[in-house]
């Protein structure tokens, strides 16, 4: 579905006009510095990484500015927001909702944590179109993040279609997996080395900065959307899921579209939590001192959702356990990550009637593949 033609400027890269906005944009060098001046081999996989990350940085910004142009001469396009130099430096630093980040990136952000990102977002008369900028050749993982943010836009803008624009370079595959809602750029490879190292050697002429004056060019703190509430929708997920008089875990409650759409979002909503005891007898041989476990139901992939635990150790750490026959699957789960935090909130949430016997457990087992 090719709601937009590619310009000749996005697809051949062409920078001869934005090249002094380029200078404007901050980019992660240090690293990439240090291995050139001790004349690290070029051909280790640690440089090919490096360089090609900061690659990734600058076709990201050079896109940003050409689609800035293709806005200002498309009809279709209503509203484009602001980022990078060219946003109002009073928007920066909000704690909640859709606004620039640190990083001068557009986000959006609830409890301090950011949701999702977007490398560019622009408007038509009935749609909103997040775009998604990757030089890297196979999709798999991109294909993956567009459910989140086509499911977080879908409850911020209800009312619109949610629309993604996808760029890519020459060679890149899975193109036919994305799904019918998003347009494919194919642009060239990010080559000129000419520009590249005048970026990482700060030695582009920096001219004023040019923007675009148009009423279409706008910010993230004028934007009307419907808020969501990270947190708070957790919580009351799991306290309406609790709520049927006749089960334990009122499963047809998961079946609803705006459900569907948590599922996307959080990928894992709370239902209660099971004692130490009862978990040890699915899991024998966990190997450490338990100090909580959290029952979720998961989407697994697009298609299949089961029962998952996550085991809170006397230690702090957390894990993803999944048990799926005999196999027992451990995980360990990022300290700084969402699902740390997200665990955390729930205890303070959980009570005593949220508890899950191994009744229960099998109950939700044998049916989730009924229901979801």
Not at 54 to 73: H, I, T
Not at 116 to 144: G, H, P, Q
């Amino acid at each position: 579905m090719n709601h937009f033609k590619i310009s000749e400027d996005i697809k051949q890269l062409n920078t001869k006009d934005i090249e002094s906005n380029l200078a404007y944009y901050k980019y992660d060098t240090r690293k990439l510095r240090r291995q050139i001046k001790s004349k690290v081999d070029r051909t280790l996989p640690e440089f090919i990484s490096t360089y090609s990350s900061f690659k990734g940085e600058v076709y990201e910004n050079v896109l940003y500015e050409l689609l800035l142009k293709y806005a200002s001469n498309e009809r279709d396009i209503t509203s484009f927001i602001l980022k990078g130099p060219h946003q109002n430096k009073n928007a920066l630093f909000n704690k909640q909702g859709l606004m620039i980040d640190k990083s001068a990136q557009i986000v959006y952000k609830s409890a301090y944590k950011d949701i999702s990102e977007f490398d560019a977002l622009f408007f038509t008369e009935d749609s909103i179109y997040f775009v998604e900028m990757s030089t890297s050749k196979k999709t798999a993982s991109l294909n993956k993040r567009l459910n989140k943010k086509h499911a977080l836009l879908k409850v911020l803008f209800p009312k619109l279609h949610i629309r993604a624009l996808i760029i890519l370079t020459e060679g890149s595959t899975g193109l036919k997996r994305f799904p019918d809602y998003c347009t494919i750029w194919i642009t060239k490879e990010m080559e000129d080395e000419t520009l590249l190292f005048k970026i990482l050697e700060n030695n582009i002429k920096k001219d004023k900065l040019q923007t675009l004056t148009y009423k279409k060019f706008t910010e993230t703190d004028t934007i009307k959307y419907a808020r969501f509430q990270y947190f708070q929708t957790l919580e009351w997920i799991l306290r309406k899921s609790r709520s049927h008089k006749n089960f334990t875990v009122d499963l047809r409650f998961f079946t609803s579209k705006t459900l569907a759409l948590y599922f996307d979002i959080f990928s894992k909503l709370y239902i209660g939590h099971m004692s130490i005891d009862n978990f040890k007898t699915l899991a024998p041989n966990y190997p450490r001192d338990i100090k909580k476990v959290i029952v979720t139901i998961e989407k697994i992939n697009t298609t299949v959702y089961d029962v998952v635990y996550y085991v809170r150790e006397e230690s702090g750490k957390l894990n993803r356990v999944h048990i799926k026959g005999d196999e027992v699957n451990i995980k360990e789960k990022e300290l700084d990550g969402f699902t740390n935090s997200e665990t955390k909130f729930i205890v303070y949430v959980l009570e005593d009637e949220h508890i899950l016997n191994l009744k229960d457990i099998e109950h939700l087992r044998n049916n989730i593949p009924n229901f979801l």
